[in-house]
């Protein structure tokens, strides 16, 4: 969970993948004003009600309307610093300072880094131009990469490391990581053949899909030195991932099977939603709380006003029995 909220798609992260135009409800001139920080906890949503957006924190199994102008998009845990989307407008909230990330340009899939200190993403010229920045002086981090990236299939490994997969000027067909610092770019991974259409980093690992051909689809799991850690076969379409002590969470399609949740654990994998919620919205994504509890949306009865639900020892339970159209914000 692009990425604007953890929705997922094809193209990308975004969330991460929708792109909506955000108001925020009484804003006022705020480039200069210094603010206090917000306090976030894994989990935590948008609601979306016709235009109107309000941002409520997840604490406890229960979720608390937060008295904020702010309509997040990303959150980093560690700095306690976001992004957000003021009028279409992306700015960032750096230690409390908040700033225009880009004047006039349209960006995807802005990240921050792992320690909340950089930003990367994508400003669209004749293609997907990358730019990384410090948030504190707003200075440009050269990136003086020999591979074009596949569309903003990008993440951040560490405070300093990217990891993208695309294809270098030696027609290598791989993933690659780049330090800011050292303005060096290696090859993780290299690709035996076809292409990757996801990739992520979750849990200090690399999950990304590779398809081999028609119906040779595998999810992989990737260590920071390049090893492959997990292999899944069998897999049709993911929307997104997330893992925790018990598994490895897909949110997706396997070989003749239906859209669900799927957990994977000790080489074995299993779905766990069958009619409970009767319906799974996609496209919001997976999230989860600071325990590791993994949270989706879904309904009973009308999929356009997804509830939200927790799973947990493969127990699925409601969590927010108030439908509306939610979001997830993006956590690293």
């Known amino acids: 969970m692009s990425r604007l909220f953890k929705n997922k798609s094809l193209y990308s992260k975004l969330i991460i993948t929708f792109v909506i135009p955000i108001i925020l409800i009484g804003c006022t001139n705020k480039d200069e004003e210094v603010v206090e920080q917000l306090e976030m906890n894994k989990g935590s949503i948008v609601l979306d009600e ?56 349209k960006l995807y899939n802005p990240k921050l880094s792992l320690d909340g200190q950089y930003i990367s993403y994508f400003i669209k010229e004749d293609y997907l131009d990358l ?29 300093d490391i990217l990891v993208y997969y695309g294809i270098d000027n030696n027609k290598v067909n791989g993933i690659f990581t780049y330090d800011i610092k050292s303005n060096e770019e290696k090859l993780l991974y290299k690709l035996d053949r076809g292409y990757i259409e996801y990739i ?46 018990e598994g490895i969470f897909i949110l997706g399609k396997l070989e003749d099977n239906n859209y669900s949740l799927y957990k994977y654990s000790d080489g074995n994998i299993k ?44 127990t699925i339970s409601l969590i927010n029995s108030k439908e509306g159209n939610y979001y997830f914000i993006d956590f690293n």
């Not at 020999?146 to 569309?151: Q, T």
């Not at 398809?211 to 292999?231: A, D, H, Q």
Request: hydrophobic share 30%; charged share 30%; net charge negative.
């Open 50 to 105: 016709n235009g109107y957006y309000e941002t409520y924190n997840y604490n406890n199994g229960n979720y608390e309307k937060i008295n904020s102008d702010y309509i997040i998009t990303a959150y980093n845990s560690e700095s306690k610093n976001f992004i957000y989307n003021e009028k279409g407008e992306y700015k960032v909230n750096y230690n409390g300072k908040e700033t225009i990330i880009e004047e006039s340009r």
């Open 200 to 245: 992520e980093v979750i849990e200090n690992g690399i999950v990304f899909v590779q398809e081999k051909g028609i119906k040779e689809k595998y999810l992989k799991v990737l260590n920071i030195n390049g090893t492959v850690e997990e292999e899944i076969e069998g897999i049709s379409e993911v929307k997104d991932v997330e893992k925790n002590s």
């Open 131 to 159: 730019k990384v920045k410090d948030i504190e002086t707003l200075e440009y981090i050269d990136i003086n990469s020999n591979v074009a990236i596949s569309g903003d299939l990008i993440d951040w490994i560490t405070n």
């Open 271 to 314: 779905r766990l939603v069958y009619d409970f919620p009767k319906l799974i919205n996609l496209e919001k994504g997976l999230s989860k709380d600071t325990n590791g509890v993994i949270l989706f949306m879904g309904s009973d009865e009308n999929y356009n006003t997804p509830s939200i639900y927790a799973c947990s020892d493969d």
